[in-house]
C-alpha cells in the first residue's frame, strides 16, 4: 500500500514537473509567436572573412501555415517561400512560376544559414512535438531561468534527438536552447538578447545561431518589427499571395 | 567614337528612370524597379575557336498606384561583340527575332563588329482583386510545374540549353484567372494572332489534392488541339512531379501528326544540402538535331528535345557557403549522344555573382565517343 502510494506520488509529481515544463513552454511560445504574427527582420549570416545580409518579412497563423518574403539582397527580393501544413512552395519572381518544394527541403540550411527551413518555417511545434521537463533552475544573463529538457515525441518531424531551454522565470523569455543530436552531442546553441518591447510584448530582439562544430560562425537574427495577433486567416496563406505581398 | 557615344547615351537612358527613382526609396511600394547588368565571355571550340562577349542589361519596372492596379514593363539590352558576330552572316538578324505578335526588338547599333539589340519582354497592365486577376499584354504565361522539361508550357516552351535567359521570352496575351482556394484557380489564356494556326488558346484548371499540386489544361496550340495534365508532389520525402501533353491537329496538314510529350522527375535534398534530381522526356514527335546554338526561341511544348528518349540526371553542392557546384548530364538511349553541364556558381559579395559554366556535347560521328563541340562561359551578374 506504502510502495503503491509512493509510486503514484511519484507519479503525480512527475508529471506535474512536465505539465508545468510544457505550461511553460506554451507560454514562452504563445509570447513568441501569438495566434498569428507579421514580422520584419534581417538576417546576418557571419563568417571569418565575410557576411551577407538577408531581409524579411514574415506572417505566421500558428505553426500550421507561414509565408516568407525576401526583401533584400536585390538579387533574392521577391522570392517568397509558403508553407501550409508539410506542403511547402517556392515563388520565383524573375520565371513567373511557383515550384512545389520536396519535402527533404526542410531540413536544409536556410540560404546558406546556420539555421534550416524547418527552423524558419516552423514545421514542427516546440509545444505538441516535444515531451518537456524541467532540470532545475540557472541564471542566463542575469535573469533567474527554469532549465527546461525537451525530448522530441515518437513520431514527430524533428531532426534533434533532445533539446534544452532556458526560459526565464519572470516574463516568460527564451533565453539560450542548445540543440543536440541523436547521440546527445551538441549542434547549435541560440542566444537570445536585446530584450526590449515589440508589437506590445517584451521579447529577445535578438537570435544568435551559433553551431558547436564552427564557433566563430554564426547566424543573426534582428526582430525590426513584429505584430501579434493580427487579424489573418489561414486563406491569406495561398499560392496566389505568395506573388502578392509585397 | 560616334558608336561610343550611343552606347553610353544607351545606358544612361534605360538607367535613368532607376537614378531617377532611387531618390524616393521612401515609398518603395508604388514603383518597383530592379534588374541586372550581366558581363558574359563565351568560348566555343569545335573545329575552329571562337570567343564572343555579351554585355547583357535587364530592368523590370512596376507601377503600382493601387492594390488592385500594376503596369510592368521589362526590357533587355544586349552588347554582342566577337567573333561569332562576325563570323555570321546576319547574326544581327539572328539576335533581333521576335516570337510575338508585336515587334518590340530592334537593332540600335548593327555593325561588321557589334550588334546592340533592345526588346520589350515585359509590356503588360494587370488588374485583380482578392478572387480574380486579369493581366494583358506581353507577358509570361508559365504553365510549366515539372524541372527540365516542361510539356504542359504552352505559351512559352523554352530550350534548356538557353541558360542565360531565365525570365524568357513573353507572349502577347490575355489572361483570366479566378482562384477558388490556396492553389486551386481555373485560368484561361490566348495570345494575340492573325490566324488561328499561330494562336495559343487554352484553359488550365488547377487543384490541390492530398498533397498534390494537379492542373489540368486544354485547348489549340498553332494547329493542334491539345490536352494535358501535370503534377507536383512527393513521394516520401523526394519530389515527385510531371508533365504529359497531347497534340493532334484539327485539320489534316503537311507534318501534322497526333503526338504525346510526357514527362516525370524526381528530386531529393539531402540535409548538408546537396540536391539530387533525375528527370525523363518522353516525344513522339522528334525530329531534328541537338541545338546549343539559338534553337531556343523558336521551340515549342510540342518538341523540346530531338530525340524520341532523354534522360537528365543533375546534382549539385554548395562546397562553400558562397560556392556551389553542379553538374548536369543528359543521356539519349537509342541514340550514342550525350550533354554534359558542369557549374559552378560564387557568390563575391551581396548581389554580384560569378558564374562558369560548360556546355560538352559526346557524340560518335566516326564511331567511337568525342565532344564534337564544347562551349565554355564565364559570367559575371550584378543585380539591382
Known sequence: MKKIFLASFILFSFATSAQDAT???????????????????????????????????????GTEYS????????????????KRGTEMWNWQPSIDRSIKLPPSMMMQSWMGSDFTNDDLVKQSSIVEDYSHKILGDTTVNGYACHKIEMIPKENAAVVWGKV?????????????????????????????????????????????????ENPEHRTIIIYKNMEFDVPIDKEFFSTQNMKRVR | MKLRVKLILLIIAVNLPLLVFSQQLEEPSKWQINGYLKEMVTIIKSDSVLVDNLIHHRLNLEWTPNEHFSVNLGMRNRIFTGDLVQAIPGYSSFVDTNNDYFD??????????????????????????????????????NWGTNVVWNPNDLFNAYSFFDFDYEERPGSDAIRVTRYFGFASSLEIAATYADNMDDMVAAAMWKFNKKGYDVQLISGIAQGDFTAGIGWAGNVGLAGFKGEITYFTPYEQRVGGET?????????????????????????SNAFGQLNLLGGGNMLSAKNLMPYEHSIFLQGSYPIHPLVNLGVGTMAFPGENSYFVNPSVSVSIVDNLDLGIFSQIILDDPNGTLESTLKMFFARLKWSF
Open chain 1, 23 to 61: 505550461e511553460i513552454i506554451r507560454r514562452m511560445d504563445q509570447k513568441m509567436q501569438g495566434k498569428s504574427n507579421t514580422s520584419e527582420m534581417t538576417m546576418q549570416i557571419v563568417r571569418p572573412g565575410w557576411t551577407r545580409e538577408v531581409g524579411i518579412k514574415g506572417w505566421a497563423l
Open chain 2, 259 to 283: 503526338s504525346i510529350a510526357g514527362s516525370v522527375g524526381l528530386d531529393y535534398s539531402f540535409s548538408n544540402s546537396f540536391y539530387l534530381m533525375g528527370s525523363y522526356l518522353y516525344n
Open chain 1, 67 to 82: 509565408l516568407i518574403l525576401i526583401t533584400a539582397p536585390s538579387r533574392d527580393k521577391g522570392t517568397a517561400f509558403l
Open chain 1, 164 to 212: 534544452l531551454t532556458y526560459v526565464s522565470k519572470k516574463d516568460d523569455l527564451q533565453l539560450l536552447v542548445k540543440f543536440y543530436d541523436e547521440d546527445e552531442f551538441l549542434i547549435n546553441t541560440m542566444v537570445m538578447s536585446d530584450i526590449k518591447n515589440i508589437g506590445g510584448r517584451l521579447i529577445p530582439a535578438k537570435m544568435e545561431m551559433i553551431p558547436a
Open chain 2, 104 to 141: 518590340f526588338s530592334w537593332n540600335s547599333v548593327d555593325r561588321k563588329k557589334v550588334v546592340v539589340n533592345s526588346v520589350f519582354d515585359r509590356a503588360y497592365i494587370e488588374w485583380r482583386n482578392d478572387e480574380w486577376e486579369i493581366r494583358a499584354g506581353r507577358q509570361r504565361v
